[in-house]
């Protein structure tokens, strides 16, 4: 079966950093799609940013360019979420996704099938 988890999670204060991780199991991983989400309470799920494992093509949310950095473990089923200059802003639960997509860059919450349970990120300040 399918298997992501997350870890790295907690609370931090505002100019803090914290790096998130997935592992992933399961999976054919070359080429996949993997991205992360965050959602707050009564608000839809939004995409911070998401890797094509094996490629060079990253996409960040707006809110979070400058600030955060996607990458690929030398295992090529971890991806890290390095989260600096953290704002309670950024206060949410973070999803770790992983799908086979042709356009990485433009993935949808519904375009994933695979997610992990999530973890709490949050930052006060």
């Known amino acids: 079966q399918v298997q992501l988890v997350e870890s790295g999670g907690g609370s931090v204060q505002a100019g803090g950093a914290l ?17 992360w989400f965050r959602q707050v309470p009564g608000k839809e799920r939004e995409r911070v940013a998401s890797i094509v494992i094996g490629g060079g093509i990253t996409n960040y949310a707006d809110s ?21 200059s953290l704002e309670p802003e950024d206060t949410a639960m973070y999803y770790c996704a992983a799908e086979y997509l042709r356009h990485c ?16 990120v949050t930052v006060s300040s």
């Open 19 to 35: 790096r998130l991780s997935c592992v992933a199991a399961g999976y054919t991983y070359s080429s996949v799609c993997m991205a």
């Open 64 to 84: 979070v360019k400058g600030r955060f950095t996607i990458s690929q473990g030398t295992a090529k089923n971890t991806v890290y979420l390095q989260m600096n």
């Open 105 to 120: 860059g433009l993935a949808r919450p519904t375009d994933f099938h695979y997610w992990g349970q999530g973890i709490q």
